[in-house]
């Protein structure tokens, strides 16, 4: 539904930070499905760990944020999604190049600009990471 172009125009994030390569669903306010194509080039990898490559559960959360970012945010608009905090993290499996992550996250309330969501990070059927996040809409 939204390819990396449609994604920038929302969020301010940039390579190496930017962890969300499309959308494929999204009902605004409601809830969202985001894709994070994990590869071996990733800048984390070398150092996190050596011989043993594990995406950290916080870029994990990081991206379930974006996601939510997208979910609440709106191409062209003054406001961008700042991320105010987490509930609730738990991570249940390593995330490794070549995995793709599917990004879920529902809202769970909102009020004013203020939203708190509900995020669950898949690899295929498998939970990876879930956690609760809050997010409040900033001036650009």
Known sequence: MLDSEAIQAILPHRYPFLLVDRIEELDPGKQAVGIKNVTANEPFFPGHFPGRPVMPGVLIVEALAQTAGILVGEEGSDKIPMFM??????????????????????V??????????????????????????????VDR
Do not use: W
């Open 108 to 137: 769970l309330h909102m009020r004013r600009n203020v939203c708190k969501v509900s995020g669950k990070a898949y690899v295929g059927e498998e939970l990876a990471a879930e956690a609760n996040i809050m997010a409040t809409l």
């Open 85 to 106: 905090g987490i509930d609730k993290a738990r991570f249940r499996r390593p995330v490794v190049p070549g995995d793709q992550l599917r990004l879920e996250v529902e």
